[in-house]
């Protein structure tokens, strides 16, 4: 079974800050990890997956995540916030011997300007 | 490329009707999953569609059921609706093999 924790339901940062959005994740095969962005009445737009290889992967609109295996993490990282970064975001995991995304209960960013 | 769409956008049905929504997968997908996403919560996983037969099921009941069609496209149905089904319901298509699935805009239920 797969489960995703998403650690802070409402982050707030001012424009130009560190976005810090923190995920977990519990996989009994290796994962496949995938951030996910919801603008408000929209579906769910890919930022960026992890499958193999290098462990930083680098996505859309200047945001990265790090998989750390011995933490179980994939935290979602973005030098300097942006008014325009303001939305849902939302962690997933995707066993490889399976079919379905298991999400976490998702961050909402608030950027201040 | 045209991506996922889905119709209607919106919908409001009442307790105990039957709802059909409607899936077009990116060009070139040929695997479809629908998700629900309840208000302030993560998608959940309904069921997946290959080459036209179930690929996989969540845990939701026998009344979520579904179709794909031989364009891939596919269809969500919700017999005898509950006020817990209103929700936003999601569909996402992918290549059966490559683990990224691309999703579509949503269609939002409101059952009275």
């Known amino acids: 079974a797969q489960s995703v924790t998403q650690l802070g339901s409402h982050v707030s940062v001012s424009e130009g800050a560190l976005v810090l959005l923190r995920c977990n994740y519990s996989s009994s095969v290796p994962p496949y990890l995938f951030w996910y962005v919801q603008y408000p009445n929209q579906g769910l737009q890919l930022l960026l997956k992890y499958t193999t290889g290098a462990t930083l992967v680098k996505g859309i609109n200047g945001f990265e995540a790090e998989f750390k295996k011995s933490e179980t993490s994939f935290h979602l990282t973005k030098p300097s916030a942006h008014m325009s970064d303001a939305a849902e975001y939302f962690c997933a995991v995707r066993g490889n011997a399976g079919n379905m995304l298991t999400f976490g209960g998702g961050t909402r960013l608030m950027v201040k300007p | 490329e045209t991506g996922v769409t889905q119709s209607p956008t919106h919908l409001i049905k009442t307790r105990g009707q039957q709802v059909t929504l409607r899936c077009s997968s990116q060009s070139g997908h040929n695997t479809v999953s629908w998700y629900q996403q309840a208000l302030g919560q993560g998608p959940q996983f309904i069921f997946q569609y290959y080459r036209e037969e179930e690929n996989g099921r969540g845990n939701f009941p026998p009344r979520f059921s579904g179709l794909q069609f031989p364009n891939y496209s596919s269809e969500l149905n919700v017999n005898a609706l509950e006020l817990d089904d209103s929700a936003l319901y999601l569909c996402?298509?992918?290549?059966?093999?490559?683990?990224?699935?691309?999703f579509g805009p949503g269609t939002r239920l409101l059952v009275l």
């Open positions: 996402a298509s992918s290549l059966k093999g490559q683990e990224t699935q691309y």
